[in-house]
């Protein structure tokens, strides 16, 4: 059976696939800066804590995305669906572009910026919302668009714990030997990937700080 | 020793250091047994070359450090006394690269610390356009625009109108005309010296250049190696014997006369 042709008998089952895959990438990404975000202004700023904490989201990097699944599969409350599985395991590996690009944008401000705030009596939370997340928004964001395209294409191994997704078409048709059918799953996932990079990179532009555009 | 250290201990001294030491965690001594105060309305300079403490010193004044033994008193309170952001809020601080924040207006700069101070609007605005009328910039051309749009003269009076918005009686100046060339740091020197005749602020500027020192300063602290060898009034700088402060006196002569040659 030719591409087109699976493509036209089973639309509907794939954008069925590609709006799992999509909610699978959204939650992760919610949960990914949720943690991380926080996580590199702690190693930004508590130097002591930075390489505790950029270790460990380089392990999680490292670890092979089919046995981080394997991995947290036996854990109690995480294993027993297997979106949420699926979501836990995709944050991890979200984290550490997210974690290193913001530690990058807050330690890049310029030290006579931050000197300025605060010989002007600015507190520590004034400085950070109003001088180092603004002027490293950019930067952060920079980490957010590759955690994504990262995210979406790891999620296509989610399906091999039952997830859905896009992934579903790719294994179904690893096992089934058939092109079109691993094709049906990889093309959405490659769109998919493409549009978050590109409006992502669009956002980017748009915020970088003045002095540098 | 001159007469204008004898005043040390004079009772409208603003700003006091007594016996002030600065000491890396590493145990190397920036600033050691300083001992000066700044009389209320005054225009100190600290004057010394690089890594003589003149930074530190200031920073201790704004309590940007502590000092490791000594005090330094500012309104006649220890700066550990003090709440450190309502120090900060008290003293208008310029450093020499402005530190003009990139992602605000000339007018967001400079309404700062009036913002921070909780200023009602109005009020924010006439002073933000009072300031920089003050500081010889238009503000109908100037309000809108980004520091990256303006050159170093206009940023470095940017800078100035931002530490003195909420009028602060203390301006804290690190180098403040550094970075600019030569003529237009000579022109904003004479701006700021009749700007400073007005206001009668507490003034402290740290500078290596001695030319600057005797144009601003109603008295020179000399600063060398984190000590300080001497506080003089320009006059006596230019007629003191001491080797220290000879050679910077060599060394202006030596500018002038490189200047004057055709």
Same mark, same amino acid.
């Given at each position: ?213 | ?19 002030a030491r600065y000491e890396l965690p590493g145990g190397q001594v920036l600033l050691n047994h300083i001992n000066l105060s700044v009389a209320r309305g005054e225009t100190l300079v ?112 940017? @800078?100035? $109108?931002?530490? &003195? ?5 203390? *301006?804290?100046?690190? /180098?403040?005309? #550094?970075?600019?060339? +030569? ?27 001695? @030319?600057? $020192?005797?144009? &601003? ?5 000399? *600063?060398?190696?984190? /000590?300080?060898? #001497?506080?003089?009034? +320009? ?28």
């Amino acid at each position: 059976m030719s591409v087109t042709a699976y493509f036209a008998q089973h639309w509907n089952e794939i954008l069925q696939a590609t709006i799992e895959h999509l909610w699978l990438v959204v939650i992760t990404m919610l949960l990914a800066c949720a943690i991380g975000i926080p996580l590199g202004i702690l190693a930004a700023r508590k130097p002591w804590l930075s390489k505790p904490i950029l270790g460990s989201a380089n392990v999680a990097e490292t670890i092979p995305s089919l046995a981080l699944f394997g991995f947290l599969l036996p854990l109690p409350w995480l294993g027993a669906r297997a979106d949420r599985l699926a979501i836990a395991a995709l944050t991890l590996y979200a984290l550490l572009p997210i974690i290193r690009n913001t530690v990058a944008g807050i330690t890049g401000v310029d030290p006579a910026v931050r000197e300025a705030a605060r010989g002007m009596g600015m507190t520590g939370s004034q400085i950070l919302w109003r001088v180092e997340l603004p002027l490293s928004f950019s930067t952060i964001l920079a980490g957010i668009r590759v955690a994504t395209v990262l995210t979406v294409g790891i999620a296509t191994i989610a399906a091999a714990v039952g997830s859905g997704g896009l992934g579903e078409f790719i294994f179904r048709g690893l096992a089934m030997v058939n092109n079109a059918v691993i094709l049906a799953g990889a093309i959405p996932a490659a769109v998919l990937a493409l549009l978050a990079d590109l409006v992502l990179g669009l956002l980017e532009r748009r915020l970088r700080p003045a002095s540098a555009g | 020793m001159t007469a204008e250290t004898e005043s040390a201990s004079a009772p409208d001294a603003i700003i006091e250091f007594r016996d002030a030491r600065y000491e890396l965690p590493g145990g190397q001594v920036l600033l050691n047994h300083i001992n000066l105060s700044v009389a209320r309305g005054e225009t100190l300079v600290l004057l010394g070359r690089s890594g003589a403490g003149k930074t530190t010193a200031l920073k201790l004044i704004n309590r940007l450090l502590d000092p490791t033994a000594g005090e330094v008193r500012v309104d006649g309170k220890t700066t550990v006394q003090w709440d450190p952001i309502a120090l900060r809020r008290h003293i208008g601080y310029v450093i020499q690269e402005t530190g003009l924040f990139p992602h605000y207006t000339v007018e967001q700069n400079v309404a700062l610390v009036p913002r921070l101070e909780r200023w009602p609007g109005g009020q924010v605005r006439t002073r933000v356009v009072e300031l920089l009328t003050l500081v010889g910039l238009d503000p109908v051309r100037f309000l809108g625009r980004y520091p990256h749009e303006l050159s170093g003269g206009q940023r470095q009076r940017v @800078g100035l $109108a931002r530490a &003195l918005a909420a009028d602060p009686p203390i *301006l804290l100046m690190d /180098e403040p005309f #550094g970075a600019l060339d +030569p003529l237009t740091r000579g022109e904003i020197r004479a701006e700021f010296r009749a700007l400073e005749q007005r206001l009668r602020k507490t003034v402290v500027i740290v500078t290596h250049d001695t @030319g600057e $020192a005797l144009e &601003l300063g109603t008295r020179l602290a000399l *600063l060398e190696a984190g /000590e300080l060898r #001497g506080v003089y009034s +320009p006059k006596e700088f230019l007629q003191s014997n001491e080797p220290v402060a000879a050679a910077y006196i060599s060394q202006l002569r030596m500018v002038e006369k490189t200047e004057r040659q055709p």
